[in-house]
C-alpha cells in the first residue's frame, strides 16, 4: 500500500529541480517513488520477508527495534514503521531529515522517530537497538569512518546488522552512469567525473564530491574481521534487487565462447586479488549481509 506522500513529494521535487537534466535525477526520482510505494517495486513485500528473517537469525524475540544508519529521506525507516516495526532513522543532513520528518507526519509517525548525527559517537545507549540496517550507505563511509563507526553501531546493537551495498564488481556507477568508474581508483574516479562534465554531476554528498568508496565482498569481510565481526549473505530470496531484475555479474551460462572465456578470466583475476575464491553472491550487483559479532574463542582449561 502507498505511504501517505503528497506534501513529501512535492517537497521532493523542489529540493531535486537544480538537477533536472543530470543523468542523476531521473534515477533518484525512481527510487524515491519505489521506496514510497508509489509505484509498485516490492520494498514492503521485500521488508516483510527480510526483517523477520533477520530478527530470527539474530535471535530477537518479538518485534525488533531498528535503527536505520544513514536513513538519508527516511522512506524506508517510515515504510518499516508502516509495517509494524519501532524503526529510528539517523543521519547526517538536517535537510534530508526535514523532508524524512514531514513524510513522518503525513503517516502518522512521531517526528521524534528521526535523529541527527553530528559524526561523531551515534547518539545511543549501549544494546539500545536489536537491529542495524545500512541500505546503500556503506560505500558512502571512507574506510576511516567506517572503521569508527562500525565498533560504534555494533555497540547500539543487541543482535545483527544489515547492509546492502553495490558491488565493486558493476560495471556502471550507480550515481552517474558513467561506466567501469566502480573499478577505477577514488581519485582516478573523481578527475573522471569531473571530466565528464555537468550531465553526470554527482550531487549526492553535501558538498557534491565524489564520496562513493566502492569495494568487493572480500575487502568487506576483512574490514569487518577487522573488527570482530563476522559476516554472510543472506537467502537468494531475500536480495534486493531481486536476482531477476539484477542479474548476476560475468555470467558463464548461456553465453559465447569467446564471452564466457572472457568473463571467466575476470572472474579469476578478481578471486586472485581478494586472495580466496569468491562465493557465488559475491557476483550480485548487490551485496545484501547480515553482520554478528564473531563468536568468542573458547578458553582453554
Given amino acids: 500500500m502507498p505511504l501517505e506522500a503528497e506534501r513529501f513529494l512535492q517537497a521532493v521535487r523542489t529540493r531535486l529541480e537544480p538537477l533536472r537534466g543530470t543523468r542523476v535525477y531521473e534515477p533518484i526520482t525512481r527510487d524515491i517513488l519505489a521506496k514510497t510505494e508509489q509505484v509498485d517495486a516490492g520494498y514492503a513485500r521485500w521488508l516483510g520477508k527480510l526483517l523477520p528473517y533477520l530478527a530470527s537469525e539474530c535471535g530477537v524475540h518479538g518485534m525488533p527495534r531498528i535503527l536505520d544508519f544513514g536513513c538519508g529521506l527516511g522512506e524506508l525507516t517510515v515504510l518499516m514503521n508502516t509495517l509494524g516495526y519501532e524503526?529510528?532513522?539517523?543521519?547526517?543532513?538536517?535537510?534530508?531529515?526535514?523532508?524524512?520528518?514531514?513524510?513522518?507526519?503525513?503517516?502518522?509517525?512521531?517526528?521524534?522517530?528521526?535523529?541527527?548525527?553530528?559524526?561523531?559517537?551515534?547518539?545511543?545507549?549501549?544494546?539500545s537497538f536489536d537491529l542495524v540496517t545500512l541500505f546503500v550507505v556503506l560505500e558512502h563511509l571512507s574506510d576511516e569512518v567506517l572503521d569508527r563507526v562500525l565498533p560504534d553501531l555494533a555497540r547500539v546493537c543487541s543482535g545483527g546488522i544489515f547492509v546492502q551495498v553495490p558491488n565493486r564488481f558493476q560495471t556502471k556507477d550507480d550515481h552517474t552512469a558513467l561506466r567501469l568508474v566502480p573499478w577505477m581508483p577514488r581519485r582516478l574516479a573523481e578527475w573522471y567525473v569531473r571530466l565528464r562534465g555537468s550531465r553526470h554531476r554527482y550531487a549526492i554528498s553535501r558538498d557534491e564530491t565524489w564520496d562513493v568508496h566502492y569495494r568487493t565482498y572480500a575487502s568487506i569481510r576483512r574490514r569487518l574481521e577487522r573488527h570482530g565481526l563476522g559476516v554472510r549473505f543472506v537467502p537468494d530470496e531475500l536480495v534486493y534487487p531481486p536476482l531477476e531484475v539484477a542479474k548476476p555479474l560475468f555470467p558463464l551460462e548461456g553465453k559465447p565462447l569467446w564471452k564466457r572465456a572472457a568473463f571467466a578470466l575476470v572472474r579469476v583475476g578478481a578471486q586472485l586479488l581478494a586472495r580466496g575464491r569468491a562465493p557465488r553472491q559475491a557476483w550480485y550487483p548487490y551485496l545484501n549481509l547480515l553482520v554478528t559479532p564473531t563468536a568468542p574463542a573458547a578458553s582453554s582449561s
Fill in 87 to 127: 524503526a529510528v532513522g539517523i543521519d547526517l543532513h538536517e535537510e534530508h531529515l526535514a523532508l524524512a520528518r514531514l513524510l513522518a507526519r503525513e503517516n502518522g509517525i512521531p517526528e521524534t522517530r528521526f535523529v541527527l548525527h553530528d559524526g561523531g559517537k551515534v547518539p545511543f545507549q549501549d544494546k
